[in-house]
């Protein structure tokens, strides 16, 4: 698939670096990256039930629901990798959001990104994200799921 090249610059030690993602104005699109692998996931936010399905299961929570609309979308992009994606090869989570790693010193922190002008785009292959652990739940489980990551997550 065809991705943005951005430019980030780390928090730790400015060392600046490109890393793909999602081409601006792919309304409903996202890059998943992995909290402790360099792989990443593709997800069309509007095709993939699921991610409908856990944005109603956690406004079935009283304190997300009371907050406001663009707070209820970042508890969403939060929980919603771990909760309904099946997690990389070495077990760790997919999440909406994640900055890359810093290829010097490590970090994901980052003090700033852009894209880059002229736009620079690369042509990667991203699995689309699945969901083999989230189907076989019944609905109560997935409930439960939704509720412990909410928990894990501070909310
Ligand atoms: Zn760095």
Request: net charge negative; aromatic share 8%.
């Amino acid at each position: 698939m065809k991705l943005e090249l951005m430019q980030y610059t780390c928090s730790t030690g400015a060392h600046q670096f490109v890393a793909p993602e999602i081409a601006s104005g792919s309304y409903g699109d996202f890059l998943l990256r992995s909290e402790a692998s360099e792989e990443m996931r593709f997800l069309n936010g509007i095709e993939d039930a699921t991610y409908n399905e856990v944005n109603a299961l956690i406004l079935e929570n009283a304190r997300v629901r009371s907050l406001p609309a663009n707070s209820r979308i970042e508890v969403l992009w939060k929980i919603y990798g771990a909760t309904a994606c099946d997690p990389d090869a070495m077990g760790s989570p997919f999440h909406i959001g994640l900055m890359p790693t810093c290829p010097v010193c490590g970090g994901r922190e980052m003090a700033a990104w852009d894209c880059a002008y002229p736009a620079r785009l690369v042509d990667v292959d991203v699995r689309v994200v699945s969901h083999r652990a989230w189907t076989t739940l019944d609905p109560e489980q997935k409930r439960l799921r939704v509720a412990e990551q909410l928990a894990r997550s501070g909310n």
